[in-house]
């Protein structure tokens, strides 16, 4: 049994302790937001926040969340709808081409202005390791800049 929260709401479950976070969502809660991509925690489509950091949840077990507090890309947004600051920018911006990736890169995003709240291009590309293969990383840089100019305002 493993007893953690999820976008803020309490989850017990029975699964086998080795089985990939990214699974569990997926599989046993349907939350589809974090997405498959290589498994081997080398391109950042399954990211989610694990207490407020940014993790790959294809590497990281249920047996490892005990007490977690786990965030997708369904848990950024407030529960009447609106959307995250982070989540708005991508949208001003017209980050997304096919799209896949881009939950995980909203959750480094997320991420990284929590601890940086002003990153330079050279810390946006150390921080954010994420692959997108439509190659729109002009348009994240830009977000994440229109999103911490945001939060710098509030």
Not at 74 to 95: K, M, N, Y
Request: glycine share 8%.
């Amino acid at each position: 049994m493993v007893t953690f929260t999820v976008n803020n709401a309490p989850v017990d479950l029975d699964v086998d302790q080795d089985k990939p976070l990214l699974w569990v969502l997926r599989e046993d809660l349907g939350i589809l937001g974090p997405k498959y991509g290589c498994g081997v925690a080398q391109c950042g489509a399954c990211r989610v926040l694990v207490n407020g950091v940014s993790v790959p949840s294809c590497v990281t077990f249920a047996g490892d969340l005990e007490g977690a507090e786990v965030v997708t890309i369904e848990g950024l947004a407030e529960p009447d709808g609106t959307l995250s600051v982070v989540q708005q920018a991508w949208i001003d911006e017209q980050v997304p081409q096919c799209g896949f990736c881009q939950p995980g890169f909203i959750i480094a995003a997320t991420a990284l202005l929590a601890s940086n709240p002003n990153p330079s291009d050279a810390e946006i590309d150390e921080e954010i390791s994420n692959i997108c293969r439509c190659g729109t990383y002009p348009r994240i840089r830009r977000a994440i800049h229109r999103a911490a100019a945001a939060l710098s305002e509030t």
